[in-house]
T-cell receptor
Framework: DTAVSQTPKYLVTQMGNDKSIKCEQNLGHDTMYWYKQDSKKFLKIMFSYNNKELIINETVPNRFSPKSPDKAHLNLHINSLELGDSAVYFC???????????????????FGAGSRLTVL | AQSVAQPEDQVNVAEGNPLTVKCTYSVSGNPYLFWYVQYPNRGLQFLLKYITGDNLVKGSYGFEAEFNKSQTSFHLKKPSALVSDSALYFCAVNRNTGFQKLVFGTGTRLLVSP
């Protein structure tokens, strides 16, 4: 059973369209993330959710809207797609707390296989 | 804010030789340090981490890393490289307070030749 699964794996679309990527984890983790990997393989965090609450929003354009219906799911919706949105998007999860001083920062992330988005 | 530098875009090594992939970090307070590996068309996989204690950390597939506080480094090493070790390696740092915000380096491609 896949621990962190993302769909679709590949997505090709036209500029201006709206698309969604879905992510589900069956690890019982309470924290989920979206990372973006650009063409140079640079990996940058976009969002982090803990128990369905937004924790981190890294100056991502408003066109990107994450939604977490429950702590096992974190979906990413992108409006008005632009050429620069072409990238591989990775979902990840961890068992991470939110209390300062705990060891949650040492928790390991489990990544999905990625969703390659190509905007034409 | 924390940051990670991986100074080498690519490391080439012959099979059977030792390998080192370099990483230096910057973070306020004590760091949590990680190495992840990415094989083609796959997500990142955890290799090893340093939280506290022994500076030499052993991980998966025979990899190890040495935490050096004075040099703010966390280099990844393996005594004898395998062709199957060829992949993209990411160093990452987190801080020990506040919400988890794992910051990755730019990655180093390791090519092991037969």
């Amino acid at each position: 059973d896949t621990a962190v699964s993302q769909t679709p794996k590949y997505l090709v679309t036209q500029m201006g369209n709206d698309k969604s990527i879905k992510c589900e984890q069956n690890l019982g983790h309470d924290t989920m993330y979206w990372y973006k990997q650009d063409s140079k393989k640079f990996l940058k965090i976009m969002f982090s959710y803990n128990n369905k609450e937004l924790i981190i929003n890294e100056t991502v354009p408003n066109r990107f809207s994450p939604k977490s219906p429950d702590k096992a799911h974190l979906n990413l919706h992108i409006n008005s797609l632009e050429l620069g949105d072409s990238a591989v998007y990775f979902c990840a999860s961890s068992q991470g707390g939110v209390l300062a001083g705990d060891l949650s920062g040492a928790n390991v992330l489990t990544f999905g296989a990625g969703s390659r988005l190509t905007v034409l | 804010a924390q940051s990670v530098a991986q100074p080498e875009d690519q490391v080439n090594v012959a099979e059977g030789n030792p390998l080192t992939v370099k990483c230096t970090y910057s973070v306020s307070g004590n760091p949590y340090l990680f190495w992840y590996v990415q094989y083609p068309n796959r997500g990142l996989q955890f290799l090893l981490k340093y939280i506290t204690g022994d500076n030499l950390v052993k991980g998966s597939y025979g990899f190890e890393a040495e935490f050096n506080k004075s040099q703010t480094s966390f280099h990844l090493k393996k005594p004898s490289a395998l062709v199957s070790d060829s992949a993209l390696y990411f160093c990452a740092v987190n801080r020990n307070t506040g919400f988890q915000k794992l910051v990755f380096g730019t990655g180093t491609r390791l090519l092991v030749s037969p």
